[in-house]
């Protein structure tokens, strides 16, 4: 089926103020996510030089995430999702000030512990938003909404990574982590000035252990008997089989690129990602504006991810290396965006939350296995990177053909029988 003609990216910004609100407040929290990010990746590598410590941060984002995600998907669902986000933007601009502590290698045990009070913090908000969304839009306005908020993730990957490897650099890794706890401050303003409507009933009363478990579970079953629901939940962890692993290893290519310069390196690399992440939606709302033809797309970026990384590993590392990966990265965009639009209108608002947080689940659990094979396969030298590189990417190529021949087919059956019905 078409889709309807949708709103402007300016008109969305301008005539909707509570989208733009809880758009301000995600610009300002991500810039300063970025440049955390950059900062702890060139902390631990100055400290330990180590693959598999690496590799443990980047698991530490995923595997608390994936742990906390049912409950996370609960809150979201039984109360108000605005004040759920404001209190962890404040959370976050606290714990986030304890990275401060580490400046020697026998601290790097702070660096997990306060990244998964974190994580775990964190774990509510994006649920929450993506819970919200289609509360403040119409169904005009969604897929404009979804597409602006994956290429701000993505511009602000771009900006934030290239200035945060260059503020490491230059302004030190205390002041980076400074800034990351205020951007949270200013992102919990924003939030509170918007207006987010919500149909469900907020829990007011006690919350007991028992309920807890089975509204969980309730949630679960409504993706498990809803197929429909079911099959798009596995989109985004489809892409990160081996995609995790692949930007994990953008990480160390960043080292091959500037020895010694490792934090600018490991910058540009992620913005080449970010500039990639936010083109591809924005081709993608141009171009696939049948809604039928969506699952198809979700399964050849998934395959076109793999390709691009084949060439990362094929050709000499130079910094012509960004070519590919924006390559590689514009078909994950177009593959978050589309697949978090289709949840959202399948998905009923009382269920939305525990559907995100199934997704996040499911994400953050895959991530994890596929950074930790990475990063234990090169820890324990039986390959070099560019190898690792094209194993994945191999692997990124037949997960998309797998999607391509096992979900594709389903979604067209189903669609035949609802035109059949009407």
């Given at each position: 089926m078409a889709s309807s003609n949708e709103t402007s990216y300016l008109g969305l910004i301008k005539r909707n103020t509570s989208f733009r609100r809880l758009w301000m407040?995600?610009?300002?929290?991500?810039?300063?996510?970025?440049?955390?990010?950059?900062?702890?990746?060139?902390?631990?590598?100055?400290?330990?030089?180590?693959?598999?410590?690496?590799?443990?941060?980047?698991?530490?984002?995923?595997?608390?995430?994936?742990?906390?995600?049912?409950?996370?998907?609960?809150?979201?669902?039984r109360f108000d999702r605005r004040k759920l986000m404001i209190w962890s933007d404040l959370l976050r601009a606290v714990v986030v000030l304890g990275l401060l502590l580490v400046d020697e290698a026998s601290e790097i045990y702070l660096v997990y512990v306060i990244t998964t009070v974190q994580v775990v913090i964190g774990s509510v908000f994006h649920p929450?938003?993506?819970?919200?969304?289609p509360n403040i839009t119409s169904r005009r306005e969604l897929v404009t909404a979804n597409t602006i908020m994956a290429a701000t993730w993505s511009l602000l990957l771009t900006i934030g990574a290239a200035l945060g490897g260059f503020a490491t650099e230059y302004l030190g890794?205390?002041?980076?982590?400074i800034i990351d706890s205020a951007s949270y401050l200013l992102s919990a303003f924003f939030i509170y000035r918007a207006v987010i409507p919500q149909n469900t009933?907020?829990?007011?009363?006690?919350?007991?252990?028992?309920?807890?478990?089975?509204?969980?579970?309730?949630g679960w079953n409504h993706v498990r008997v809803n197929p429909r629901i079911g099959r798009i939940t596995l989109s985004k962890a489809m892409w990160v089989v081996a995609g995790g692993g692949l930007v994990y290893m953008l990480a160390l290519l960043g080292e091959e690129l500037a020895p010694g310069r490792e934090a600018a390196a490991i910058g540009l690399l992620f913005a080449a990602r970010g500039l990639g992440t936010g083109i591809g939606p924005i081709i993608s709302r141009a171009i696939f504006k049948n809604r039928a033809h969506w699952p198809t797309v979700l399964g050849g970026c998934i395959a076109l991810?793999?390709?691009g990384y084949t060439v990362v590993g094929l050709i000499d590392w130079t910094y012509l290396v960004v070519l590919p990966v924006i390559v590689a990265h514009s078909a994950g965009g177009v593959n978050w965006v589309l697949s978090s639009v289709m949840l959202q209108e399948r998905t009923e608002d009382r269920f939305r939350g525990r559907v995100f947080s199934t997704e996040w689940l499911l994400i953050m659990s895959v991530d994890t296995l596929s950074i930790l094979t990475a990063s234990l396969v090169l820890e324990g030298t039986v390959l070099i990177l560019r190898q690792v590189i094209l194993i994945f990417a191999a692997v990124q190529l037949f997960?998309?053909?797998?999607?391509?021949?096992?979900?594709?087919?389903?979604?067209r059956r189903e669609e035949m029988t609802v035109d059949s019905a009407l």
């Open positions: 407040g995600n610009v300002i929290s991500l810039f300063g996510d970025w440049f955390n990010t950059i900062a702890l990746y060139s902390l631990i590598l100055r400290l330990t030089g180590s693959e598999f410590a690496l590799g443990a941060v980047f698991i530490t984002k995923m595997l608390p995430w994936a742990l906390s995600a049912p409950f996370a998907g609960l809150l979201v669902d929450a938003q993506s819970a919200s969304i890794i205390e002041a980076v982590f009933d907020t829990q007011r009363g006690p919350v007991r252990l028992g309920a807890v478990l089975r509204d969980i579970l309730d991810t793999g390709i997960s998309g053909l797998i999607w391509l021949f096992s979900v594709v087919p389903r979604e």
